[in-house]
């Protein structure tokens, strides 16, 4: 009786521990924010993901909302991109090798020692790179997000002149990117259904 009892409260703690430690001990979720001056390297460490977001593309006259999914681990990239109907795109990027197919019309065209294909201002990456290379950062905050506005050194697209993340404060994730133009206006928003730091 006092094994059973024994075996009882081990498996009692052991799920106790479980719970409590999943937040210590899964990887990813792990990276917290205590201040605004850990944002830099908050934003420096995140080198793997997976992510799922809503991306609302604004032009003159309508906007369009496609769904992202992205997934990098070390040298190896893979974005897909949906809108609505089932039209997509997925851009597999391994070591320089990129594949980039066509989900509707079941087309594939490969590209070797081109990196430059893959390149997109809606993937985390794109944001990282221009956070590091930027010379015009402004980190600051508000009671829901710390905010990051970063422009855009040498940028030669008039639609994207700088962008802006937004990461949650109690949720310790980023939750948002704003995209603008050189007239300040939106032209992409980035908005995070999922982002799990790998």
Do not use: H, W
Not at 81 to 98: Q, S, T
Not at 160 to 173: A, F, G, P, S, V
């Amino acid at each position: 009786m006092k094994r059973k009892i024994f075996i009882v409260c081990m498996i009692f703690l052991f799920l106790i521990s479980c719970v409590f430690g999943y937040k210590f001990f899964i990887t990813g979720n792990n990276k917290n924010i205590d201040n605004i001056g850990e944002i830099n390297d908050f934003i420096l460490q995140i080198k793997n993901y997976d992510v799922e977001a809503n991306v609302t593309i604004y032009s003159n006259k309508n906007s369009n909302t496609y769904n992202l999914k992205q997934r990098k681990v070390e040298d190896y990239q893979i974005q897909e991109i949906n809108d609505n109907e089932g039209n997509g795109l997925i851009i597999e990027n391994d070591n320089n090798k990129v594949t980039i197919k066509n989900t509707k019309l079941s087309v594939e065209e490969v590209f070797e020692n081109y990196n430059e294909v893959a390149k997109n201002d809606v993937g985390f990456d794109s944001f990282i790179e221009n956070y590091e290379n930027s010379d015009d950062v402004e980190i600051t905050e508000n009671e829901k997000y710390y905010i990051v506005f970063v422009k855009i050194k040498n940028s030669r697209n008039k639609y994207i002149e700088n962008k802006t993340l937004y990461i949650d404060k109690t949720e310790n994730r980023p939750e948002k990117i704003e995209i603008k133009d050189v007239n300040n206006k939106e032209t992409i928003i980035i908005e995070y259904t999922k982002f799990q730091i790998l």
